[in-house]
């Protein structure tokens, strides 16, 4: 997939898509991008990922967050580009989508259940602790949060 992607250079080789020891507080750091893997596979590999690296995570609700965010970015931007990031913090676990396109989304009201889509940001913001979206340069950034047991 072209276009230009919102947190810099993909990684070449599918070991690049992991990296641990984030330093600044953090223990460590998952990204993945939208030219190094597809969504399903970006989702398989971040939940393998807190598996291992942060079993206090409410594993289900990063998961649909995570594809609610990522299905957005590929819905919603030219050329589907987008990248994540997923920090695992002393108290918090933090989940960064990012995409080239600068619309923010707002919550919509009731919707009805047609089919027709609308209802991701109001997930996102009922199964996150803290959600904000971040003006970038070239698109927007998407941050999740949740509080982490000590």
């Known amino acids: 997939m072209s276009g230009r992607n919102p947190l810099g250079e993909a990684p070449q080789e599918e070991s690049d898509l992991v990296l641990q020891d984030g330093g600044n507080g953090e223990q460590s750091v998952f990204t993945a991008w939208s030219?190094?893997?597809?969504?399903?596979?970006?989702?398989?590999?971040?939940?393998?990922?807190?598996?291992?690296?942060?079993?206090?995570?409410?594993?289900?609700?990063?998961?649909?967050?995570?594809?609610?965010?990522?299905?957005?970015a590929v819905r919603h931007t030219p050329e589907g580009v987008w990248s994540l990031a997923l920090h695992i913090g002393e108290s918090a676990l933090t989940l960064e989508v990012s995409d080239a396109s600068a619309f923010v989304p707002q919550p919509r009201g009731t919707l009805p259940l047609d089919g027709r889509g609308g209802l991701g940001l109001g997930i996102v913001k009922n199964l996150s602790d803290h959600v904000i979206t971040q003006p970038m340069e070239s698109g927007k950034k998407i941050v999740a949060q949740w509080r982490l047991a000590r």
Do not use: F, K
């Open 35 to 72: 030219s190094a893997c597809s969504p399903a596979d970006a989702r398989r590999r971040a939940v393998e990922y807190l598996r291992a690296h942060c079993p206090q995570a409410d594993l289900e609700a990063v998961q649909l967050v995570l594809s609610e965010l990522v299905t957005n």
